[in-house]
T-cell receptor, first 111, second 115 residues
Framework: AQSVSQHNHHVILSEAASLELGCNYS??????LFWYVQYPGQHLQLLLK??????LVKGIKGFEAEFIKSKFSFNLRKPSVQWSDTAEYFC?????????FGTGTRLQVFP | EAGVAQSPRYKIIEKRQSVAFWCNPI?????LYWYQQILGQGPKLLIQ????????DSQLPKDRFSAERLKGVDSTLKIQPAKLEDSAVYLC?????????????FGPGTRLTVT
């Protein structure tokens, strides 16, 4: 079965810094990949998704992610973070119609 | 459109007691999921329904957990008896087929504390 690794458990940045969160999944083939975000006190929301096509996908709030098949990776990026990006970020891969989540990365952005 | 609704939002019980959670998915979404999210971990699927049939319950501890989806709409998840390690957030999600994959929408979750 698929598994997902998120290497950064806790990231602390200042506003305007660039962000990259790592995500690797365990095996290849056709994969559907997702990044979800959970703001404090709110429910999980979809940030972006990759099903096929252009490996660079753009999501909401200026986030993007790049699917690199050869590296089994789907890293999340944002060129300039804001205080409002403080949240927990989860990478997920779809495996037979169900989502397998990573352990999450807690991002704290300080003004 | 209205999102996935869950109740209660918070529940505190003592070990060996029973508890039930309710979920109302987005209208028209045939697939419903229950996830368990333990503090510091990602959500883990407990059970998946397609309409009112179970698709996958391989991760559901069936000696104490049960779930049903009446008439293919609302769902309840029950724990009886609860253990300390059941303390977690229980998330409900629903999805629809987008043509090339399912996209899941999550409810706010129920935070369960077992003392």
């Amino acid at each position: 079965a698929q598994s997902v690794s998120q290497h950064n458990h806790h990231v602390i940045l200042s506003e305007a810094a660039s962000l990259e969160l790592g995500c690797n999944y365990s095996y290849g083939g056709t994969v559907n990949l997702f990044w979800y975000v959970q703001y404090p006190g709110q429910h999980l929301q979809l940030l972006l998704k990759y099903f096929s096509g252009d490996p660079l996908v753009k999501g909401i709030k200026g986030f993007e992610a790049e699917f690199i098949k050869s590296k089994f990776s789907f890293n999340l990026r944002k060129p300039s973070v804001q205080w409002s990006d403080t949240a927990e970020y989860f990478c997920a891969v779809e495996d037979t119609d169900k989502l397998i989540f990573g352990t999450g990365t807690r991002l704290q952005v300080f003004p | 459109e209205a999102g996935v609704a869950q109740s209660p939002r918070y529940k505190i019980i003592e070990k060996r007691q029973s508890v039930a959670f309710w979920c109302n998915p987005i209208s028209g979404h045939a697939t419903l999921y229950w996830y368990q999210q333990i503090l510091g971990q990602g959500p883990k699927l407990l059970i998946q329904f397609q309409n009112n049939g179970v698709v996958d319950d391989s991760q559901l501890p069936k000696d104490r957990f049960s779930a049903e989806r009446l008439k293919g709409v609302d769902s309840t998840l029950k724990i009886q008896p609860a253990k300390l390690e059941d303390s977690a957030v229980y998330l409900c999600a629903s999805s629809f087929w987008q043509g090339d994959a399912y996209e899941q929408y999550f409810g706010p979750g129920t935070r369960l504390t077992v003392t």
